[in-house]
């Protein structure tokens, strides 16, 4: 099986509600990655139910990037 994840997730600011895409690096699932909105890095953490960060005086959810895992067989 090969696991193939988005390089793109939805961050929201838990204030004002807007939501942005963001691209995403270093990806642990269920741990932590990193988001990048412009030039500005994101730390973002799993909570348990969902991923958390904050940055410049404001906090942003996410649920991650897509993961999906592709079966690989015999063709």
Do not use: C, Q
Request: glycine content about 6%.
């Amino acid at each position: 099986m090969k696991t193939i994840v988005d390089n793109i997730a939805m961050l929201t600011n838990t204030r004002s509600e807007t939501s942005v895409e963001a691209e995403v690096d270093n990806f642990r699932e269920h741990k932590h990655f990193d988001a990048f909105i412009a030039t500005n890095k994101i730390p973002m953490k799993w909570n348990g139910k969902i991923y958390v960060g904050n940055a410049h005086g404001m906090e942003f959810t996410s649920n991650g990037p897509t993961v999906n895992v592709v079966k690989e067989g015999r063709r």
